[in-house]
């Protein structure tokens, strides 16, 4: 059902943008998980994670990030699939390969997420980063 569907994405999303939502979010994973991010400015080539591979990743993130939200601006159903549009922003806690700490990312984010027995089975994202900013360093 979509409306279970939704709440269930927004939860999920809302766990990832918070300090340590590893285990709260490992509940809401099917154990088949898989997470399939496409090439983008952040990571050149694509990356397919089970649930352990990328919740294990969380705090390499955490690291990297000083600050990130997910603002969700609509969800669309189709076939037993949820799809969900999102803006991501955030601030590097630390240089970055030629992108320097304190830079502002901004990620328009559109997801594909299918669903097993009331969990996350698989997450699809296209990642679309503008041109970092960092008007705000010294």
């Known amino acids: 059902d979509t409306a279970a569907a939704t709440v269930l994405v927004e939860r999920y999303l809302s766990l990832v943008a918070n300090p340590d939502p590893r285990a709260e979010a490992e509940a809401l994973l099917d154990p088949d998980y898989r997470f399939i ?4 400015l952040m990571i050149p080539l694509a990356q397919n994670a089970t649930a ?15 600050s990130q939200a997910f603002t969700i601006h609509d969800h669309h159903a189709s ?11 955030g601030e590097l806690a630390t240089d970055a390969g030629p992108v320097m700490r304190g830079t502002r990312l901004h990620a328009d984010i559109v997801m594909f997420f299918a669903f ?3 969990r996350i089975l698989l ?3 296209f990642d679309c980063y ?3 900013d960092s008007t705000a360093l010294p």
């Open 79 to 89: 076939e037993g699939t949820l799809i969900t549009r999102t803006a991501w922003p």
């Open 37 to 40: 991010k496409h090439p983008n």
């Open 52 to 66: 352990r591979t990328a919740l294990a990743s969380i705090p390499q993130g955490r690291a990297l990030l000083a």
């Open 116 to 118: 097993r027995d009331g």
């Open 123 to 125: 997450q699809e994202n």
């Open 130 to 132: 503008a041109t970092p």
